[in-house]
């Protein structure tokens, strides 16, 4: 429909235009039917008149994030110690241009967590007196596409491990929900009954109040100009109104936020950047019922709500329009952007067509304000990584009230206890590089971000702009041996290699299918193929993983690892030993030339870093970590880094290539003149070798999967001569390139845990297997050895499990796959979640990795033996069906040949 049609569809009126004082009213403020609840509106505790000298906390940014960290700072007895600095006025933020909406079940867990915590706080804050504006009136998601319904399915059954009610819909059932709603062309909903809305204002004042009442001082009109800092600390802020010294700080300032963390030497890298997000706003339309559920239609791109009478509605459209393009641009406080009908006029199109009746109402205004995204779409939560006790909260792509209560609670948790109340990682700043906040990277990148918050959630998603950053020297040679590129940290690996034509006839994989075909030749027309998998089934890679994993198992295969991060550590005496034995959980006082796999545990004996250390010298080591372990890894040695040892992150100093199977050893041979046997270059050492014509290689005699291999640790400038000796030499052994799925596949049939999948900081070494690489028979301390060694007397309250899903109950062709996340059930009874997955080419079956817990009658976690896996019966539950499988604490021992799926099974066609 052309855009002058759609604009005839909504009766326009002129209407003054509205300052953001004004239009933080229109989520109607005064309206409060509940004589027993106060608005803070009308109640509003006295402002600091002058700044202090010192505080032991510094917010800046008064929205309902910066006052929730504050009030539960206060809560914490911290109250007298907290200043909080706003810029404009208490709530003049971001708040005004928000909608008001509490969802609360999230595709992803963590923000799910997070918004929980929101919603008990806004409660507390209803059983103090205030008024909130919380009214739950549920929130109905529709869906038009199968994929979406799966996502819902997903969404239902993840929802028991939070206690969340919700229920599948029929489209019959969408319109007794919601009698507004066009049904005819809908599968069905998704309908969440504790769901609802709330007035981000009111929540934000009322939450000053209370934190003022327990001793926070708050001053607005007051600007930061500078973050100080002593020896990495922070140690005062500088701002309009004089100096405050200070122990910690927290960038809590919206879209200001990257513009804040420049204020610091050194600078504080905060990747956000802002992009124009929509709100329509109608007249009151007759006969709108006030208990209109939250409508999401996400293959629409849009939402709306009831609000006071009137429709408010949004969306995420697919490609965003970056806001302030031009960091000059900046506003000093919040202003409304100029609308853009066009660039609006999908989303309008998609809400007319979803509530007809929308379009005979009066159209009251569109509103136009910027809000922030992060390259990944993630938000941007914890410590900095350049300065301690310089904590951020930003990032919020318009989740806005629903996340801010538990925002405020994590922050302060973790300032006051020292780390989060769950991990953080997938949230965490730490997982972002300097890279990440290139403003023109962020510019383009940002495009494609919001689009996200509707987008399918499928497994592996990429994104297609700021591609092509970080390479290897190798990567034009990968590129045309077909590879397929995932992105990790900014780096490009290959997920998988495209296939010319079947090749492994004896997997029983009969040829191609058209939907394989087609994925294993996208991106030819592109610059850069990037793998997609785009189906909850059987991905499209299947073919070529399968090909790639038994090369691997009975051949000899060659990957990529150069994304792997890589540090190097020396110091001038046995410093960097001693260190290094504080930090390692297990025992890296080895002989040089060897390797050890070790964790690096924090005082409660989580994971802060899993990694393999390789002793280079009597002193000095290489240690190894998983590519997105890169800042958070440099972090964490350098926060605890003596003076006299020095650290250095060399990960894009080498290419490093590994070459795995059981041919690789004869490979090698091809190689280097030097000895290869068992005794000459036994498992687990390292040394430096000439790799053909390039001298003084490292080379390891390890892999990350449990394969037989090496890793080739080659200084840039031999990389692609060595890259193209290990091709020539592998052309007598059949060698084929492996991309990450196969490698993957690899290491979970062993049973390898890894980090930020299956280990975190909330994950020991006694709950996952490990405490044989735990040097707790010696007398060496290290940090978390209090903790473990408790943990070995009194017991475990999770363990980490090996599920194996029976091929005659989940057909790996027609069934969808678990991708991770999955709730497990032992004995009909919730018990744990699965972290990671693949399919077990060895084993012919689907294999799931996570951990499991006996959970008691009040949902609390006691000790858990062995026995309850031995004993119980367990299944997965996978979009919704439970499919039986055999838990195990070890793992089954493979065959060396790949296990030949059935030649008669039936090929996916997209069957639902």
Not at 390 to 417: E, L, P, Q
Request: hydrophobic share 35%.
């Amino acid at each position: 429909m052309p855009r002058t049609s759609l604009l005839k569809c909504l009766t326009q009126v002129t209407v003054p235009h509205h300052s953001a004082r004004c239009m933080s009213t229109y989520i109607q403020a005064s309206i409060n039917n509940s004589r027993s609840l106060v608005n803070a509106s009308e109640n509003r505790r006295p402002t600091a008149k002058a700044l202090p000298s010192k505080a032991k906390v510094v917010i800046c940014g008064g929205g309902a994030q910066g006052a929730a960290i504050a009030y539960k700072l206060a809560e914490a007895g911290w109250g007298s110690d907290v200043l909080l600095i706003e810029q404009s006025e208490l709530g003049g933020g971001t708040t005004w241009h928000a909608t008001g909406l509490m969802g609360i079940l999230k595709p992803s867990p963590l923000e799910t967590r997070i918004a929980v915590m929101s919603r008990d706080l806004y409660l507390q804050l209803e059983e103090r007196g205030w008024y909130t504006g919380f009214k739950q009136c549920g929130s109905l998601y529709v869906a038009k596409k199968k994929d979406r319904m799966y996502q819902y399915k997903k969404m239902v059954s993840c929802a028991v491990q939070h206690n969340i009610e919700c229920k599948i819909l029929t489209p019959d059932q969408v319109k007794q929900y919601c009698g507004l709603v066009r049904t005819e062309d809908l599968l069905g909903g998704l309908w969440i009954p504790g769901d609802g809305v709330a007035n981000p204002w009111e929540i934000c004042l009322a939450l000053g109040c209370e934190a003022i009442d327990k001793g926070v001082q708050v001053v607005e009109h007051c600007t930061v100009n500078a973050i100080k800092q002593e020896g990495g600390k922070v140690t005062a802020v500088e701002t309009s109104k004089g100096m405050v010294e200070c122990e910690y700080f927290v960038n809590s300032a919206g879209y200001w936020s990257r513009h804040v963390g420049e204020m610091s030497s050194p600078s504080v890298a905060v990747p956000i950047h802002p992009c124009e997000h929509y709100h329509l706003h109608t007249k009151p339309v007759p006969d709108l019922p006030p208990d209109t559920p939250v409508v999401r239609d996400p293959d629409g791109f849009v939402y709306f709500r009831e609000n006071e009478g009137r429709f408010l509605a949004g969306g995420f459209e697919p490609k965003a329009k970056p806001a302030y393009t031009d960091d000059d641009n900046l506003p000093e406080t919040r202003a409304e952007l100029s609308e853009d009908w066009d660039h609006f006029n999908l989303l309008l199109e998609n809400l007319l067509h979803r509530v007809p009746t929308m379009k005979n109402a009066i159209l009251e205004r569109l509103s136009n304000g910027a809000e922030a995204f992060s390259p990944d779409g993630q938000w941007i939560l914890g410590q900095a990584p350049e300065l301690e006790n310089y904590y951020v909260a930003a990032g919020m792509r318009s989740n806005g009230i629903a996340s801010a209560g538990g925002v405020g609670t994590v922050i302060a948790d973790w300032i006051v206890g020292g780390r989060p109340p769950f991990d953080m990682y997938g949230l965490d700043i730490a997982r972002c590089l300097g890279m990440h906040n290139n403003k023109r990277f962020l510019r383009d990148r940002v495009r494609e971000v919001p689009g996200m918050t509707f987008a399918l959630n499928y497994p592996h998603s990429e994104f297609s702009t700021g591609r092509a950053l970080r390479t290897s020297p190798i990567f034009p040679k990968l590129q045309l041996a077909g590879a397929q590129f995932g992105q990790v940290m900014g780096y490009e690996r290959p997920m998988f290699f495209k296939l010319k034509k079947p090749q492994s006839l004896d997997l029983g994989l009969l040829g191609l299918d058209a939907q394989e075909e087609a994925a294993s030749s996208q991106g030819e027309s592109l610059k850069l193929p990037i793998a997609k998998t785009e189906t909850f089934y059987r991905p499209p890679w299947f073919q070529a993983a399968a090909e790639e994993f038994q090369a691997s198992r009975e051949a000899v295969s060659l990957c990529d690892y150069s994304s792997f991060a890589k540090m190097d550590l020396w110091s001038g005496g046995r410093e960097v030993v001693d260190f290094m034995q504080k930090l390692c959980s297990n025992d890296v006082d080895i002989p040089v030339g060897h390797i050890v796999h070790t964790g690096m545990q924090n005082k409660w004996g989580g994971y802060e870093n899993d990694c393999s250390v390789a002793r280079l010298a009597e002193n000095r080591y290489m240690l190894m970590s998983p590519s997105i372990q890169q800042m958070r890894s440099y972090t964490w040695l350098r926060r605890h880094l003596p003076k006299e040892v020095v650290l250095q992150d060399v990960t894009s100093l080498y290419t490093a290539l590994c070459v795995m199977g059981p041919f690789s050893r004869a490979l090698m041979s091809r190689l280097t003149p030097d000895s290869l046997d068992s005794r000459s270059f036994p498992f687990f050492t390292t040394r430096f070798m000439d790799i053909a014509c390039a001298p003084d290689i490292l080379t390891m005699n390890m892999t990350h999967t449990g394969e037989l291999g090496y890793v080739f640790y080659i200084p840039n400038e031999f990389a692609i001569h060595v890259y193209d000796a290990i091709i020539e030499a592998g052309k007598e052994f059949g060698l084929k390139h492996c991309g990450y799925y196969a490698q993957r596949a690899v290491r979970i049939e062993k049973f390898y845990a890894f980090w930020g999948q299956d280990l975190d900081s909330y994950t020991t070494p006694m709950e996952c297997g490990r405490a044989f690489r735990c040097k707790m028979k010696s007398d060496i301390p290290f940090i978390g050895r209090e903790f473990l060694q408790d943990q070995l007397d009194n017991g475990v309250q999770k363990l980490f499990v090996m599920l194996l899903l029976d091929p005659v109950d989940h057909n790996t062709d027609l069934d969808p796959w678990p991708w991770g996340g999955e709730p497990i059930y032992r004995d009909d009874k919730f018990c744990g979640t699965v972290t990671t997955t693949s399919y077990g080419f060895s084993l012919g079956k689907q294999v799931c990795l996570g951990f499991v817990q006996d959970f008691s009658s009040n949902g609390e976690a006691g000790i858990i033996s062995q026995d309850f896996v031995k004993t119980g019966n367990f299944e997965v539950d996978i979009f919704g069906v439970r499919y039986p499988a055999q838990c195990r604490l070890n793992p089954p021992v493979l065959p060396k040949k790949v296990t030949r799926p059935d030649k008669h099974s039936h090929r996916n066609s997209n069957l639902v």
